[in-house]
C-alpha cells in the first residue's frame, strides 16, 4: 500500500496580519510525480520553505515520511532537498568537488560520493566540465549541477523549482527524461513550474494555488479530461481550396492557408471520427498540433472562476 510521504495540514502562515497562507491541506504519496501550479504570489515559494524549515509556519501540522518536522526537522529533512531557482554554491569550487563537498555534511564516505558524482555528472553531460570551476559554466549547466548536488544523498523527495527555467529547448527535453527516470526509480518528485508542457509530459497530480489557497488537487488525468473542447490545427500533405461545408459545421473549422485548417473538437467527439470524416472528404492530414496547451487554457479558466 503506498502511503504519504508529505502530508501537510491546516497549514497557515501569517506575516504580521498578512496571510500568505491560508489552510492549506495537501497529500503527496511516495513515488508520486506532483506538480505545483500557482500564480506569483500565491504562496509556492512559502510552501517549499516551510518544508525545508527556512521559513516557520504559523500553523498547521507539516509530515515528511511521517515524521512531524515540529518535533524533529534533523531527521526529516533527510528524506528531501530542494532544487532552488538561485545558485547557492561555491561559484570557486571545481564542479566535481560540489557534490562530494555535499556528501560530507551526510557522513556519506568520500570513496561513495565521488563515484555518485561521477555517476550523475555523467547522466547530466557535466562530466566534461568536472575540472572547472563552478562560475565557468553556463546557467545550464549550473541547473544540473544543483541537481547533482542534490542527489548526492539519495533523497526520496526531491522539489525541483523551475528546473528547466533558462534551458535551451533540446537540453530541457532529455533532462524530462533523466527527472522521469528518478520518478521510476523510486524518488517522489514535486515539481513547480512556469512550463505548463512539463506538468502534461511529466506529472501525475497536481495542485493549484491561487490567493494563497488550494482551489484544485486533482490528476493531471482528470484535469485534462474536464476540459470540455480544445482547437487543433490540422496539417495536410496537399493543398486544400475549400472546407466541405460538412466539415465547416460539425466542427466549426476554417482554412489558415492552403495546408492547414483549424478546428474544435469537443469532449462529446474524437480524433478518430474526425480524421474519418476527413478522408471521406478526400482531405489527408499528415500531422495535427493543438493550437494552445491544453492544461493552461484549464488552468486560466480554473482561476477565473
Known sequence: MTKNIIEISQLTKKYWTNEVLKSIDLEIQQWDFFAL?????????????ILTNLVNKTSGIVKINNIDIDLDFTHARRYVWVVPQEFNFDTFAKVKDI????????????DIAIKRTEKYLKKLWLWEKRENRARELSWGMKRRLMIVRALIHKPKILILDEPTAWVDVDLRKSMWEFIKELNQSGTTILLTTHYLEEVEALCKNVAILDKWKIIENTSVKKLLNSLQEETIILSSSEEIFEIPKIIEEKYQAKLLDEK?????????QNLN???LDLSQENINISSFRNKTNRLEALFMKIINQ
Do not use: C, M, R, S
Open 273 to 275: 471520427q474526425l480524421f
Open 99 to 110: 557534490p562530494v563537498i555535499q556528501a560530507w555534511y551526510y557522513g556519506i564516505q568520500k
Open 260 to 268: 492547414e485548417i483549424e478546428i474544435i473538437i469537443t469532449k462529446q
Open 37 to 49: 501550479l500557482w500564480h506569483n504570489g500565491a504562496g509556492k515559494t512559502t510552501t517549499i520553505n
